[in-house]
Every structure is written in structure tokens, then in C-alpha cells.
């Protein structure tokens, strides 16, 4: 089992940044750590993925440039630095581990209970 806790949601303004936190406990031996957004109405859509060795990092073309994943082995924990914040960033954020197709949510095993984020213009 692995369990997986987000943290750092909130809402700023257009331009702002917010920096997420997932802690994970258990067997953390899933090859990928990641970010899934979903926004109301919208289907849950890739963001970042990273290994725990910080090897490989993934991002959607969408976020390329402004956010950046990163993690702490010792703590267990990945982030997710979100910079020059856009309104359509509104959604809820949830933390994923698993592995295969990195974009896919069907691969993966685990997730976090999600933390909004609110981008107001």
C-alpha cells in the first residue's frame, strides 16, 4: 500500500505562484511520481511525472516552462512549483504514483486526496 498526501492548494492571482506537496508513505517503489489536474467539468488530465531518482521528468506542453517537479527522496515527498499562474491552472490537484503510460491515470495505482487551486484573474 501506498498512501499519498497533497498539501499546499490555495488561490492567488493570475501571475502568482503556489508550490504543491505530495507525501507518500508505504512501498513508494512505483517507477513514477506524479501531477494530475482536473478542472470542474473537465476529464483529469496529465501535468508532471518525475522517478524518484529525478532521472526522468515529464511535462504537459501546457505547463512546460512554468511549473517544474521535483523530489525528495529522503522526505518521501515530490513537489510541484507552479509559477506565472494562469486562470485556466484552476483545478484540482491531485498526486498520483504508478507507472507505464505516464499521461494515462488508468496506470496508476495510488492517488492523494487532491488540493484546489484557484487562479482568479
Known amino acids: 500500500q501506498v498512501q499519498l498526501v497533497e498539501s499546499g492548494g490555495g488561490l492567488v492571482q493570475a501571475e502568482g505562484s503556489l508550490r504543491l506537496a505530495c507525501a507518500a508513505s508505504?512501498?513508494?517503489?512505483?517507477?513514477?511520481m506524479s501531477w494530475f489536474r482536473q478542472a470542474l467539468g473537465k476529464e483529469r488530465e496529465f501535468v508532471a511525472a518525475?522517478?524518484?531518482?529525478?532521472?526522468?521528468?515529464y511535462y504537459a506542453d501546457s505547463v512546460k516552462g512554468r511549473f517544474t517537479i521535483s523530489s525528495d527522496n529522503a522526505k518521501k515527498t515530490v513537489y510541484l512549483q507552479m509559477n506565472s499562474l494562469k486562470p485556466e491552472d484552476t483545478a484540482v490537484y491531485y498526486c498520483?504514483?504508478?507507472?507505464?503510460?505516464?499521461?494515462?491515470?488508468?496506470?496508476?495505482?495510488?492517488w492523494g486526496q487532491g488540493t484546489q487551486v484557484t487562479v482568479s484573474s
Open positions: 498520483a504514483a504508478g507507472g507505464g503510460d505516464i499521461d494515462d491515470p488508468e496506470e496508476y495505482d495510488y
Open positions: 518525475i522517478t524518484w531518482s529525478g532521472g526522468s521528468i
Open positions: 508505504g512501498r513508494t517503489f512505483r517507477p513514477y
